[in-house]
C-alpha cells in the first residue's frame, strides 16, 4: 500500500510538472505572439502616419504655391473634389452604353434591375476567378450611386422584420473571407440582412470584386443590405494602399473612368447605422464632441477625401468676372490654412489625455455653404458638357485658379472623427497620433456620447484583432473585423456578428486559409514572427544613417560597441514604434553581440545582405527609397495622370523633387538621372511604375536566398 501511494505521488508530481511546463510553453508563445502582432500594427500605423504628412504636404503645395507652379500643377488634379456638375452631366460622362461586350466575352451577363440569379452568377464567376465586363461594372456602379444618393447619412435599421442581423468588419479586399462569411451565414436577403461596416477596399487583391457583390446585393434588398464608409472609402488613400492599382491593372481601358465613378461612391456612402435606437454601428469610433444630430444632417458627399476639409470651387460668372465684390474675401479664406490632421509630438500627446480632439482648433465656420454654392451654380450657368468634364479631370491646371472658400470645420472634424479615431483604456479623448488622424477616446466619452444619444452599445471595426473582435469600455465598445489572415497567413481570425431582438451580440469566429487551420499553434506563432521580423529588419535598414548618427552619440570614443540598452534606446527613439526592443534583441541583433555589448558596425553589415542591386547603390539613394517607397509609389500615381503606368524621365525627375521638398532634402539631378537611366529595363525612355515597385520589393526574397543558400553551405 505504501509504494502503491508513493506511486500515484510521483504521477501526480508528474502530471503537476508537465501541467506547469505546458502552461509556461503557451504563455511563452502567446507572449511571441502579441509581440508580433505589436510590430506588424506599429508600423502599419506608422506607413498612415507618413501617408497623412505626404498629403498635408500636398495640401501646402496647393494653398501657397501660385496656381501656375509646376509642383503645384503635378498634384493639382488630386484635389478637385468640388467640380460644380450637374449629376445628369456627369452621368453622361459614366456612360456605359458606348462600350460593346465582345462574343469573345465568357465572363458573367448582368440584366438590370439585377436579380438574385444574377448576383449568385456574379459570386460564382469571382469565386473562379472570372471577371466582369468594364461595361456591366459601370453599368452597376451607375446604378449604386443613383440608389446612394437619396439615402440618408444613418441608415435606421429594426430587428422586427427579421430574426438577426449580422455585422462585418473589414475586409480590405480579402474575398475569401466574405465569400466564406456568405457560406456560413447565408446570402444576403429580407430574412438574412447585413450591415458591411466600412473598409471593403485596399491591401487585399480582390478589392473591386468585394464592391461589385456588395453593391448588387444592395440593389436588389435596399432596404436589408446597409454600407457604412470607412477610411478608406477614399481616393487619396486608394493611391497609396493599392485599391487604384488594382483597378488600373484590371480595367486598363476604362479604368480611369470606374475611379472617378467610384470616387463620387464612396463620398455618397452613409456614414452610420443605428438598430432599433439602441446599437450605433459606425467605421472608426467617436469623440467627446460626437454628434449625431449634427452628422444626420451634414451634407457627406462634400466630403470626397476625409484627409482635407473641402473647399468650394468659386465659379466665375459672364465674361469671366466674379459677381459682387467677393473676390478678396475669397482670395484671403484660400490663403487660410486649415489645420493639419497630425499633430507635433506624438508621444506627448499620447500621454497628455486632456479632453481634446483632433481639430480642437478649427473653429471658424464657413456661414451658409448652400446659398453660396447654389450662388456659384447659377453663375456657372450649369452649361458644362461631357468633355469639359473630361477635360477637366485630364487637365493639370486647377479649376478657376484655386479660389475656393473654407468649409465648416465642425462637420469636417465630426467624419474624421468617426473614420478614423480608435478607443484607450484611459479616460479622456487625445488626438490619435499613432495613426495621424482622428483621436483616441476613453470610457467616460463613451458613456456620455451613448447616454446622451440614449444608445446602448457601439459596434466598431478599423482595427485589426487577433481574435477578429474585442469588447472594451465595459463591454459598451465592440469592434469587429471581418479580413482573416490580414497582416500575415495565420495572423488574426475574423469574425462577425449577429445582433437578435435582444441587441446581446454573438459573435462568430473564422479563418479563411485552410492551411492556417491545419499549423500548430507554434507553427503559427513561428510563421507570422519570421514575417513580422523581417518587415521590422526592412525598417532598421531603411533608417541605417539615422540609426549611426544616434549610436555615434553613445560611442564618443568611435569603438563600434554600445551597451544593449543603449542599441534598444537608439532606435526606439528613431524608429518611434514602441516596441520592446530588449525582448527582441536576440531575434535582431544576431552574432553581434558579447558581453552585453553590441557592434553595431558588425550589426548593419548583416543588413548588407538586402542589397542586392548594386547599380541603385552607387546612385546613393537605395536607403532613401527603401524608407520611403510607399511614398514615391503615390507621388509615382499621382502624377501618372494618364493612368497608363509610365512616366517618363521628367515626370521620375519631378517625382524625386517633389519627395525631396517633402523631406527636405537635397538630391541632385545627376543622381536622379543615374537612378533612372538604371531601372529602364527595357531602354525606351520611359519607367514602368509596377516594374519598378517591383523589382524594388523583391530585395527580401533575394534577402531569403541569400540566408538560405548560407545556412544549406
Request: proline fraction near 4%.
Amino acid at each position: 500500500a505504501l509504494f502503491l501511494h508513493a506511486d500515484r505521488c510521483t504521477a501526480m508530481r508528474a502530471a503537476l510538472l508537465i501541467q506547469r511546463w505546458y502552461r509556461q510553453y503557451v504563455a511563452r508563445l502567446e507572449m511571441r505572439r502579441r509581440c508580433t502582432w505589436h510590430i506588424f500594427q506599429s508600423i502599419e500605423y506608422a506607413g498612415q502616419q507618413d501617408q497623412i504628412k505626404l498629403y498635408n504636404f500636398f495640401g501646402f503645395l496647393m494653398d501657397h504655391f501660385t496656381p501656375a507652379s509646376s509642383e503645384r500643377n503635378m498634384i493639382s488634379h488630386i484635389f478637385r473634389e468640388n467640380e460644380v456638375f450637374q449629376d445628369a452631366e456627369w452621368e453622361q460622362y459614366f456612360c456605359y452604353k458606348s462600350i460593346e461586350v465582345p462574343d469573345l466575352y465568357t465572363g458573367p451577363h448582368l440584366n438590370f434591375p439585377l436579380t438574385v440569379s444574377n448576383i449568385t452568377e456574379l459570386v460564382e464567376a469571382f469565386k473562379h476567378k472570372q471577371q466582369l465586363h468594364a461595361r456591366y461594372v459601370l453599368q452597376l456602379l451607375g446604378e449604386t450611386w443613383r440608389l446612394l444618393r437619396v439615402l440618408p447619412n444613418i441608415n435606421e435599421v429594426s430587428t422586427c422584420h427579421s430574426k438577426e442581423i449580422t455585422i462585418c468588419g473589414d475586409l480590405h479586399g480579402h474575398l475569401e473571407d466574405l465569400l466564406l462569411v456568405f457560406y456560413k451565414n447565408g446570402l444576403p436577403s429580407v430574412e438574412t440582412p447585413y450591415v458591411f461596416n466600412g473598409d471593403f477596399v485596399d491591401r487585399g487583391k480582390d478589392s473591386i470584386e468585394i464592391l461589385l457583390i456588395l453593391f448588387a446585393f444592395q440593389l436588389v434588398y435596399p432596404n436589408d443590405v446597409h454600407l457604412n464608409r470607412g477610411n478608406h472609402e477614399d481616393h487619396i488613400v486608394n493611391l497609396r494602399y493599392g485599391f487604384t492599382k488594382e483597378v488600373l491593372g484590371k480595367y486598363r481601358l476604362h479604368g480611369k473612368k470606374i475611379l472617378k465613378l467610384l470616387q463620387k461612391i464612396f463620398s455618397w456612402l452613409p456614414l452610420a447605422t443605428v438598430i432599433d435606437q439602441k446599437v450605433l454601428i459606425l467605421h472608426g469610433g467617436i469623440s467627446d464632441s460626437t454628434d449625431l444630430k449634427l452628422i444626420a444632417k451634414l451634407e457627406r458627399n462634400r466630403y470626397v477625401s476625409a484627409l482635407r476639409p473641402p473647399k468650394v470651387v468659386k465659379s466665375r460668372g459672364p465674361g469671366g468676372q466674379y459677381p459682387d465684390r467677393e473676390g478678396e474675401r475669397y482670395s484671403a479664406a484660400c490663403r487660410r490654412r486649415v489645420r493639419s490632421l497630425t499633430h507635433s509630438n506624438p508621444a506627448a500627446a499620447r500621454h497628455e489625455l486632456q479632453r481634446r480632439s483632433l481639430q480642437a482648433y478649427c473653429t471658424r465656420t464657413c456661414p451658409n455653404v448652400e446659398e453660396e454654392l447654389r450662388e456659384r451654380r447659377r453663375w456657372a450657368g450649369l452649361s458644362a458638357s461631357c468633355e469639359r468634364i473630361h477635360d477637366l479631370i485630364s487637365s493639370d491646371s486647377d479649376p478657376d485658379s484655386g479660389d475656393m472658400l473654407e468649409t465648416d470645420a465642425e462637420e469636417w472634424k465630426q467624419i474624421v472623427d468617426m473614420l478614423w479615431s480608435d478607443p484607450m483604456p484611459q479616460d479622456g479623448c487625445v488626438p490619435n497620433e499613432v495613426r495621424g488622424g482622428g483621436c483616441y477616446w476613453g470610457p467616460d466619452v463613451t458613456q456620455e456620447v451613448l447616454n446622451r444619444h440614449n444608445l446602448r452599445l457601439l459596434i466598431r471595426s478599423h482595427e485589426c484583432k487577433q481574435d477578429g473582435y474585442e469588447f472594451c469600455h465595459n463591454r459598451r465598445v465592440l469592434t469587429i473585423f471581418s479580413a482573416s489572415n490580414y497582416y500575415e497567413v495565420g495572423s488574426n481570425r475574423g469574425a462577425y456578428i449577429r445582433l437578435g431582438p435582444d441587441l446581446n451580440p454573438h459573435v462568430v469566429q473564422y479563418q479563411a486559409s485552410r492551411s492556417t487551420r491545419e499549423l500548430t499553434l507554434r507553427q503559427s506563432v513561428g510563421r507570422t514572427e519570421r514575417s513580422a521580423l523581417q518587415a521590422l529588419k526592412e525598417q532598421l535598414f531603411a533608417h541605417k544613417s539615422e540609426l549611426i548618427s544616434v549610436f555615434e552619440e553613445y560611442d564618443p570614443e568611435h569603438t563600434g560597441v554600445i551597451s544593449m540598452k543603449h542599441w534598444a534606446v537608439a532606435v526606439e527613439k528613431v524608429l518611434h514604434l514602441g516596441l520592446p526592443w530588449r525582448v527582441l534583441r536576440s531575434q535582431l541583433v544576431g552574432c553581434s553581440t558579447q558581453d552585453g555589448m553590441i557592434n553595431y558596425n558588425d550589426w548593419f553589415r548583416e543588413f548588407t545582405l538586402m542589397d542586392p542591386n548594386k547599380e541603385l547603390a552607387h546612385t546613393g539613394l537605395l536607403e532613401t527609397m527603401y524608407r520611403h517607397h510607399s511614398n514615391l509609389e503615390t507621388i509615382f500615381r499621382i502624377i501618372d495622370t494618364d493612368h497608363s503606368g509610365l512616366i517618363s524621365f521628367e515626370e521620375f525627375r519631378q517625382t524625386w523633387k517633389l519627395l525631396s521638398s517633402h523631406l527636405k532634402m537635397e538630391i541632385s539631378d545627376k543622381a536622379i538621372s543615374d537612378l533612372a537611366l538604371s531601372i529602364d529595363f527595357n531602354k525606351d525612355g520611359s519607367i514602368d511604375i509596377n516594374e519598378f515597385m517591383e523589382a524594388f520589393r523583391l530585395v527580401d526574397c533575394s534577402h531569403s536566398q541569400i540566408l538560405d543558400s548560407i545556412s544549406e553551405g
